[in-house]
C-alpha cells in the first residue's frame, strides 16, 4: 500500500531544508564562511630596559570566524614590528612580534592592527634606563649596572687577579682579599750624587745631593760621581759682598775681589712704567718713569655711592652709581671692563656696598640689609628690615647704622653683622639735614646666605651701643668683635644647634685706646692699631707706637697682616714738631710701619706719600706676594693732584708708577691678582679704570691681604 504524505508535513520537511541550507550574516564573496579578528592584549608593557637595547614582546591576534584572514600590524618609533603582515587561521591565532628600541626614559606608543575592514589596537608601554657609569672602588673590584635596581652592584675580582695598585711605589699587583697588593718599587739609580726616593704619585723622584755651602763665598760645593762633595770654585763675576754703581765685591778665580763697578750694570729690575737700571758713572740711573699703562677705563654713568666705592668677586666687578638716565642701581663689569648687568634698585633710592660673595652682594639700604644676585640681570633676593635684625618696632622712627667693616661673609655665603641703631635726626633749625645721632643699640645677627635667605638665624642680646665696631672671621669661621671702648669678643655657638650665641672676652682687660681697626691671620689678631692677640686670647702683646721727638696717629685702616700672622703692616700720621703745634698739609707725613707681632717692635719704617717735599695722602694699600705692600696714593703737585702706585719692601721703595692724567678725586680701589683697579673722576666723569701692576706683581690673596680682608670686603681671613 503507497504510502500517504499529509499536505501539512511536506510543507515542514520543505522549510527545514530551506532553514538549514541558509548562511545567514556571513560575509559575501569567501564561500559563505564566517572572517574577523580581534588582539588578544589590550596593552603590552615592555617594562625597564637598558638605553639602546633591543626588546621583544608579542601580540598574539585571535580569529573570530572560521575563514582565515590577513592583518596589516605597524607601530612609531621607538617602537616597530618584526613582520607587517600575518594571515590568521580561521578560529586560530597568530602571533606578531613588536620590538622596542629603548631611548632615555618613558616611552608609549600604539600597535595598529587592520584587517577584514576593521582595525584594531594595542597600548605599548616601556621604560628606557640610562646606565650609570659604573666606576669601582678599587683596583681588585668591578662595578656593574643593575637594571632592576638601577644601581652600580660591586663584587671582588678573584684571589691573583692582575691589578695596577694605587700607589706608583709598587709593581706587580696582586689581588688579594679584594685588595690590590703589590710589590715595592726599587728607585735606586746607583748614582750617590742623587738622593733617590718614591712618590705614591709620581714614582721615583730623583734630588741632586746637596753638598754643604762653603765658607768662602766665591766656592760653591758639588758631588762627583766618584769623589763625592767638593769644592770648586764659583764663576767669575758672582757677586760675593756688597754690590753698588760704585764698588763691587764679585769673585774671580775663586777669589773675592773689590773692583770698580763697570758702567751698564743692572742696578735696578724693570717695572710697570720704568725700563731697566744700569750703573753710569757710579749711579744707577733709570730712565724716565711713564704713566702705569691702562688696561681699560669705563664710564660709570654715574656717581659711586658710599665706601668702599669698588667690590671684586671672583673677576666680577661691582659698583653702587647714582646719576645718568638709570637712577640708583648695582652696575657689574667683567675684569675686562665689558658691562655684565645693570640693576635698578626697587625703589630707586641709594644703596651702599658691603660686601659680596658668591651668594649675593650685600648692600645697605634706608629700610634695612639687601642682597642682589652676582650673576644674570642682579635682581634683589632677599631684604631684612632693621625690625626683623633687632630694632625696636614700637618706638617711632628709627634709622640703622652699618658700615663695610661690620659685615663678614662665611665661606657659604651667610652673613655675619654688627647692626646698630638710633632715631630719625630731626630736621634742622633753618630747615635743613640735621645732623646724623649717634645709635642706641646694637646686637651681633647671622643672616642665611641660601636656605631661607636673609633670615636670622642666630642672634646675641641687644646690648647699648658702645661706639664703632670692626668684626673679623678667621679661617675657622671663628667671628671676633672689637669696639673702640677696648673690648674684644669672640661669638661661639650652642653646640647642641641652638640659636644662642655665646660671647666671650679676649685680651687680658681688652684693647684700651685702640681705632676702629681689627684684622686676622695666622692665629693672630691686629686690633685697633694698638696689640697682637692670639685667638685664643692667651697672648697680647702692645704695638709699639715710640716715634721719639716725632708725634705719630695711627690710622685705622688699612691695617694688614700676613698670612702666618706677622708681621702685621700700619699706617699712621708723622709730625716732625716738637712744639706742640699742629703740623701743616706740608710738614705732614704718612709713615708705612711694618711690626713684629711676637714683640711689637718696629722691623722697618718708610716714608709712604710720593714726594718728601710735597704734602699728599693715602688712599690704599695691599700686601703684594714675596712680602711687599702695594701702596696707592697721591701728592699735591702744582699743577694738580696725581695718583701714584708704589710698591715697598723690607724699608726700601722698590717701584713708584704715577696713574695717567690728573684725577679730581680717588672714591675707592682694589687690588685683585695682577691688576690695580680704581674708581675716580677726570673731568666731571666718573669711572672705573684698570690697571697692570707690572711683571711678576701680583696681589697677595692669604692672609689679610686688604683693608678689608678680601677684594670682596667679605672681612675674612684667607687661607
Not at 316 to 336: M, P
Not at 340 to 348: I, K, M, T, V
Amino acid at each position: 500500500m503507497a504510502s500517504r504524505i499529509h499536505p501539512g508535513t511536506s510543507l515542514l520537511v520543505a522549510l527545514v531544508l530551506s532553514v538549514a541550507g541558509c548562511r545567514c550574516g556571513d560575509d559575501p564573496g569567501v564561500g559563505g564562511a564566517r572572517q574577523g579578528f580581534r588582539p588578544q592584549e589590550e596593552q603590552v608593557d615592555f617594562g625597564r630596559a637598558l638605553e639602546g637595547s633591543l626588546t621583544r614582546r608579542q601580540v598574539t591576534v585571535l580569529a573570530t570566524g572560521r575563514s582565515s584572514v590577513t592583518v596589516m600590524a605597524s607601530s612609531g618609533s621607538p617602537f616597530s614590528v618584526d613582520v607587517a603582515e600575518v594571515t590568521v587561521p580561521g578560529s586560530g591565532l597568530a602571533t606578531v612580534d613588536v620590538d622596542f628600541l629603548a631611548g632615555n626614559g618613558a616611552a608609549q606608543g600604539t600597535l595598529t592592527l587592520t584587517g577584514a575592514g576593521r582595525t584594531e589596537t594595542v597600548r605599548l608601554t616601556g621604560l628606557g634606563v640610562r646606565p650609570l657609569d659604573c666606576v669601582p672602588s678599587s683596583p681588585c673590584h668591578e662595578s656593574r649596572f643593575d637594571l632592576d635596581s638601577g644601581a652600580c652592584v660591586e663584587r671582588p675580582l678573584e684571589d691573583g687577579a692582575t691589578c695596577i695598585p694605587t700607589s706608583r711605589c709598587q709593581a706587580n699587583g696582586r689581588c688579594e682579599s679584594g685588595a690590590c697588593v703589590g710589590s715595592p718599587r726599587s728607585c735606586d739609580d746607583d748614582n750617590p750624587c742623587t738622593v733617590d726616593a718614591c712618590s705614591p704619585t709620581l714614582g721615583c723622584v730623583t734630588a741632586p745631593v746637596a753638598c754643604p755651602v762653603p765658607k768662602n763665598p766665591c766656592k760653591v760645593g758639588v758631588c762627583d760621581r766618584d769623589d763625592g762633595c767638593e769644592e770648586v770654585d764659583a764663576e767669575d763675576f758672582v757677586p760675593c759682598g756688597p754690590v753698588d754703581c760704585r764698588k763691587s765685591n764679585l769673585c774671580f778665580g775663586g777669589s773675592c775681589k773689590e773692583l770698580p763697578t763697570p758702567d751698564g750694570m743692572l742696578c735696578a729690575p724693570a717695572t710697570a712704567c720704568q725700563g731697566e737700571g744700569t750703573c753710569q758713572d757710579g749711579e744707577c740711573e733709570k730712565p724716565d718713569a711713564g704713566d702705569l699703562p691702562v688696561d681699560f677705563s669705563q664710564d660709570l654713568g654715574g656717581e659711586p655711592m658710599g665706601q668702599p666705592a669698588l667690590l671684586v668677586q671672583e673677576g666680577a666687578l661691582f659698583t653702587s652709581v647714582c646719576g645718568g638716565d638709570g637712577g640708583c642701581r648695582l652696575v657689574s663689569f667683567t675684569h675686562g671692563g665689558l658691562l655684565r648687568y645693570e640693576s635698578p634698585f626697587p625703589d630707586g633710592g641709594t644703596r651702599t656696598l658691603l660686601a659680596a660673595s658668591d651668594a649675593g652682594v650685600v648692600v645697605l639700604a634706608s629700610e634695612g640689609l639687601e642682597s642682589y644676585a652676582p650673576r644674570g640681570p642682579g635682581a634683589r633676593q632677599w631684604e631684612a628690615p632693621w625690625t626683623s635684625l633687632g630694632a625696636p618696632s614700637d618706638a617711632g622712627p628709627w634709622m640703622g647704622h652699618v658700615e663695610a667693616g661690620q659685615v663678614a661673609l662665611t665661606p657659604d655665603g651667610d652673613v655675619v653683622a654688627h647692626v646698630a641703631w638710633g632715631p630719625v635726626p630731626d630736621a634742622g633749625a633753618d630747615g635743613g639735614v640735621a645732623p646724623p645721632l649717634a645709635p642706641e643699640g646694637a646686637r651681633w645677627v647671622w643672616l642665611a646666605g641660601h636656605e631661607d635667605a636673609g633670615s636670622v638665624v642666630r642672634a646675641g642680646p641687644v646690648e647699648p651701643w658702645r661706639g664703632e665696631a670692626r668684626l673679623a672671621l678667621d679661617v675657622e669661621g671663628s667671628a671676633y668683635r672689637y669696639t673702640v671702648d677696648g673690648r674684644l669678643e669672640r661669638a661661639d655657638f650652642d653646640l647642641d644647634g641652638g640659636t644662642e650665641v655665646i660671647i666671650s672676652a679676649l685680651g687680658d682687660g681688652g684693647v684700651p685706646g685702640g681705632r676702629a681697626s681689627l684684622a686676622v691671620a695666622g692665629g693672630t689678631l691686629l686690633v685697633g692699631t694698638q696689640a697682637f692677640v692670639s685667638t685664643d686670647g692667651g697672648t697680647q702683646v702692645a704695638v709699639d707706637w715710640d716715634a721719639g721727638t716725632r708725634t705719630l696717629t695711627p690710622l685705622a685702616e688699612p691695617a694688614l697682616l700676613a698670612a702666618e700672622g706677622s708681621p702685621g703692616y700700619l699706617f699712621a700720621q708723622s709730625c716732625d714738631r716738637a712744639d706742640g703745634l699742629p703740623c701743616t698739609p706740608e710738614e705732614e707725613r704718612t709713615v708705612l710701619r711694618a711690626v713684629d707681632s711676637a714683640t711689637g717692635q718696629v722691623a722697618w719704617e718708610v716714608d709712604a706719600l710720593p714726594f718728601t717735599a710735597l704734602p699728599g695722602s693715602l688712599h690704599d694699600a695691599t700686601l703684594i706676594q714675596g712680602g711687599a705692600v702695594g701702596v696707592l696714593s697721591e701728592a699735591a703737585r702744582p699743577d694738580g693732584r696725581q695718583v701714584w702706585l708704589q710698591l715697598f719692601a723690607q724699608g726700601q721703595k722698590r717701584m713708584m708708577c704715577p696713574l695717567p692724567g690728573r684725577p679730581t678725586v680717588v672714591a675707592g680701589a682694589s687690588f685683585f691678582e695682577d691688576k690695580l683697579l680704581v674708581v675716580l673722576e677726570r673731568d666731571g666723569v666718573w669711572k672705573l679704570e684698570s690697571y697692570g701692576m707690572g711683571p711678576g706683581i701680583q696681589a697677595e690673596p692669604r692672609g689679610w691681604p686688604q683693608r678689608h680682608g678680601t677684594p670682596g670686603a667679605t672681612r675674612r681671613e684667607s687661607p
